[in-house]
Structures are given as C-alpha cells and as structure tokens.
C-alpha cells in the first residue's frame, strides 16, 4: 500500500477485496507517524493500542461482509471533539487533565461505523488563531515547508493528513479553521452548512459561527466523510432537520472582483484566475458579481466571535472541571484559575468580548455588527438568485513563516478576510487546492474556495471535483 | 467613532481573569488598535436599517434528558474538589463586611 497515494475511497477498495487488514492499514499509519511526527508535532496524543483493537473490530466486520464507509479507516481528530474517556483538551492548559465524559455526535456516528481513531491533534487553543502557534503544547510544522505555519486552528489534523499520518481528519472551522490550513497544506477542507453536522460534544467557540468538517485529500473523500457525520441530532438546538437541496448542474459562478482588491498576494491572484479559466473552459460562465457589504465580514467576526467566545469560556471557572488554582475566596478560584489557565490570545478575545458586550458599547459594537451581519447574509441570498457557486481565494497569501504574525493580532486576523463571511452567513464552502506559488526555495500551494447556497454541498463538490481535474 | 478610552484592567476584573500588570500594559496598546479596526462596520451601510436575520427560541419538555444518576460518578470525577456526590465550592456569600 502507497500511503501517499491512498485515499478513503481507494483504502475502503482494497479492504473490502482483502488486499490487506484494517489492522495493516492502522500498523501502517501508527509507523508513519512515529517516523514523521516528532519533526511535525500534529499530534497532541497517538491512541496506538486502542486503534489497533478499533481495527481488529473493523476487521471482523468486513469479514462479516458488513463494512460501511469509514469501517477500517484510520483518522484523527482535532482536540476540542469529544470521545468518552479520552483526554480533549482544546490545546490548552485549562483542561490539561480533562477527560471527555461523553462522545461527540460525529464520534458516535464514526464509531457506529467502526472507524479507527488515531489521536487526537493539536490546534490553536480554543480554535483561537490562525497559526496552531496559539498551542499551549508548542505549533504544528506544515510538512510541506517546516520553516512554515501549517495554518490553524485545525493545523494538527491538516499536518497529520498530509504528511500521511492520517488517512482524513476532522477539524472544526469558526471563521475558517478548517478551509485555511487545508490551503495551506494542499488538502480539500469543507466548512458544511450551519447546523448541517452536530455541534454537540464540539468544546463551543463562537456558537454562532462553528462547524464540524472534514478535511480529506480528495474531494471525493471530502464528500464521504461529510456524509458520514452529517445529519440532524436533538442534542444540538442549531441542528438543522433537512439540510441538503435537491441536486441541479451548477453552470454559473459569481466572482466578487471589488472583494479581492482588499490584498491578495499577486501571483496567488494569477493562480487564482488561472483556475476560474480552466472552469470557463470546461462550460462554466463566470460573472462579475457586486457584494459590496462582505469586506465589512473581518471586522463583524472580530466582534461576534469574541463576543460569543468570551460568553463560552466563562464555564471555565475552575469548579466543575479542569485546572484549579486554589485561593481563599471563590472570585479570586475563578480568576487566578483563568489567569493561568487560558494563554495570551484567548485572554484577548475574552477581554475584547467582555468589552463589546458591555453597557455602552454594546449598541456600537456587537448590536452594530449582527446587523451588519444580517447584511452580509441577505447578500449572499441575492447573490445566489443569479449565480450557482461564488468563488474566491480561501487565504490572501501561502503559508507564512513562523513568527511572523504573532507581534501583530490583526495582521493573523487578516489571514481570515475570505474565509469568515462564510461562516457569519452560515452558507457551505469548501478549500480545493488550485496550484502552487513559489517561495524561496518553497513550492506552496494555494487554495480555491468555493462558496454555495444554504444546503447546497453537492454544488461544492460538483466545482471542486472540476477545479480538481483542472 | 472614536475610539473609547479602554481600562483594561477593569475588563479584566469583570472577565474574572487574572492579567499582570506587564499584559495589561501590553493590552492597553492592542485592544484600542483592534477597537480600531473593527469600529470600520460603523461605515458599513448594510444593517443600517437594524434588521437581523430571524431567531427562534428552541425549548425542550422541563423534564429529566436522561435517568437520574447516569453521569453522576464520571462528572464527579472530573470535579477539582469533591465532598461526597457532591462538587465543593467555596462560600459565595460571606457575612464579613
């Protein structure tokens, strides 16, 4: 077996035909991440005993001629989704010790088809950046360029899949933590539909905002996993009873041309426009679309998520679970306990959060910005009265190198300027890597999102299997 | 806009969330810049009119989700301080003036 070249569709083949075990399979993936991830650090924790007993049961039932989709295929999963008995820890000091005393729904779903479960991968804490160097457990490496941030915050799991550590990963994605780092790391990334895949036993964000998904090598993988782990569940309040639209044949694409003046590297650009001509030529109109409100999207989302993240983490008190730092009165548990659990970025959300939720600049703020939001929203509706799919880049520039947005929050925060308007609409996306740009002696890839209509995930993998092809 | 005088340290005490003096400091710098960039929606037109997407409450029956007891021993555990089956917490209303 060529891991490098294997794929959910193509492993799930060669199980069923009994070309090799899932035991091999997971013996070959445990291999490959004790050769490789000491220099990369996507994991946080490898689950080597448990994932061999996960595919000895995977074996049994392909034996049984029983297998479903995942049955057998080796995964790991980002460190804010909960699996019963398992350490989660968000990547952060606060719940070092924690241990996850339920399944999240995706995980009951996965294991229901006996899928393999490799570890648990790091992140920027709390989904908190865009980097994995808000980790409290050191960054990820991005195994294209290891000088090179692997994006975040599901930085752990893109790095785990690409440098074949993992078949496919799960991440979860609030303003674009699963799109960004599968550019940066030449993977397919999908950002579902809101309320399309439960949120339920995903350590909460900005719950407005957040979403499970998958990131994968293929966009037909992409569409596998997407599958397995979607669907309603009563545990989630946001979940959405039928969330998928009939199929049509997407034939327009809108490009928002005023949104990509706001910075994009030029030759990222030029592989940009490179692809939106290959779709010309294989039958898709392209259109100039006007959406004048989504360059307002960075600075609503730096408003509603540390707004909802500040209003999250107040739970972290040091009381039920996690770190607690003992003191005389129950005020000062809470705030030394905070103060030593949570690292300096999540500090800040909380602190800019609490200042735009509070008396007097609320109406400024947060108020402002959910309105500005519903704006965004009702533009995405508009647009797609007259076009099928709307595409741009899913990051600005390719990988940067470690250090070098960590004095500046809102240069990292610039990082996300394509990618959050998707969320605050709560419209599906997907990252399809689209090409290459070159730095020093790096080749880094580049992602192409593309953006669909509320349930409309079909018309993002129909895209992105063309973009693949191109 | 203009930008707000920011007391950082005051925003810390209602997160209850210990900062040292060296963040603070820090912070007093970054937040108005990041206040700053985020009072451009103000020049957004869109929302202008306040509207919000429709919000709906979603309720369940007042009722117990699950047997009583299931989760007792495993939320428990996970408590940094126990006494008995129940989780420990300091006094919260002291008469001490």
């Keep these: 077996m ?22 091999d399979l997971t013996k070959a993936y445990i291999d490959q991440i004790s050769q490789k991830d000491a220099a990369l650090h996507a994991y946080l924790e490898v689950w080597e005993k448990s994932a061999k007993d996960e595919a000895k049961r995977a074996d049994a039932r392909i ?15 980002k460190d804010n989704i909960l699996i019963e008995g398992r350490a989660a820890s ?23 088809e006996d899928a393999v479960f490799l570890g648990r991968t790091n ?5 908190m950046g865009s980097s994995t160097e808000n980790s409290a457990y050191g960054p990820t490496r991005n195994p294209i360029d290891t000088a090179r941030i692997p994006g975040g915050s599901s930085g752990g799991s893109a790095a785990a899949v690409a440098a074949h550590m993992a078949l496919a990963a799960l991440g979860s994605d609030t303003g674009g933590s699963i799109r960004q780092p599968a550019a940066h790391t030449g993977l397919v990334g999908l950002k579902p539909t809101y309320g399309a895949v439960s949120r339920y036993g995903l350590m909460a964000m900005g719950s407005s905002l957040d979403q499970i998904g998958p990131l994968t ?20 309040s946001t979940s959405l009873k039928e969330s998928a639209k009939d199929f ?3 034939r327009v694409i809108g490009v928002p041309r005023a949104f990509l003046e706001s910075g994009v590297d030029a030759d990222l650009l030029t592989v940009f426009e490179k692809t939106l001509g290959a779709l010309r030529e294989k039958g898709y109109e392209i259109r100039d679309i006007d959406m004048p409100t989504l360059p307002y999207g960075l600075a609503v989302y730096y408003v509603v998520m540390p707004a909802e993240a500040s209003t999250n983490l107040a739970r972290f008190d040091g009381i039920r679970y996690g770190l607690s730092e003992p003191a005389p009165t129950i005020g000062e548990v809470y705030a030394k306990t905070r103060g030593k659990g949570f690292g300096p970025e999540v500090r800040r959300r909380i602190l800019v959060g609490t200042f735009v939720l509070s008396a007097g600049y609320a109406d400024a703020y947060y108020r402002k910005a959910r309105a500005v939001r519903a704006g965004i929203t009702r533009e995405f509706a508009d647009a797609f009265q007259s076009v099928d799919a709307i595409a741009v880049p899913t990051t600005p520039a390719p990988a940067f190198k470690f250090g070098e947005k960590t004095s500046d929050p809102l240069a990292m925060y610039a990082e996300d300027i394509f990618s959050v308007p998707v969320n605050l609409a709560g419209v599906p996306a997907i990252s399809v890597p689209c090409g290459h740009v070159a730095r020093e002696s790096s080749q880094l890839p580049i992602g192409f999102q593309i953006i669909a209509e509320h349930g409309r995930e079909e018309t993002l993998f129909a895209i992105g299997k063309d973009v693949e092809a191109a | 806009m203009t930008n707000p005088d920011v007391d950082v340290a005051a925003l810390a005490k209602l997160a209850r969330l210990d900062v040292s003096d060296d963040e603070i400091s820090k912070l007093k710098q970054e937040i108005p810049h990041i206040l700053e960039f985020v009072a451009t929606l103000q020049k957004a037109s869109a929302g202008s009119d306040g509207g919000e997407t429709s919000l709906r409450n979603v309720m369940r029956a007042d009722e117990n989700p699950h047997e009583s007891g299931k989760y007792t021993k495993v939320l428990l555990e996970a408590a940094p301080a126990r006494d008995g089956n129940r989780v420990l917490v300091k006094q919260v209303v002291s008469r001490k003036k």
Excluded at chain 1, 8 to 15: D, E, G, P, Q, V
Excluded at chain 1, 217 to 227: I, N, Q
């Design chain 1, 2 to 23: 060529d891991l490098t070249k294997l794929t959910i569709a193509s492993a799930r083949k060669a199980l069923d035909a009994k070309e090799y075990s899932a035991l």
């Design chain 1, 63 to 77: 034996a049984a001629g029983e297998a479903l989709s995942l049955t057998g295929i080796p995964l790991a999963i």
């Design chain 1, 90 to 112: 968000s990547a952060s000091k606060i719940l070092e010790n924690y241990r996850a005393p339920y399944d999240a729904t995706v995980i009951e779903r996965m294991k229901q």
């Design chain 1, 123 to 127: 992140m920027d804490e709390f989904a």
């Design chain 1, 217 to 236: 090598k293929t966009v037909d993988d992409s569409k596998l996993l997407f599958e397995a782990i979607r669907g309603y569940d009563a545990s989630d």
């Design chain 1, 248 to 250: 049509k044949k997407p």
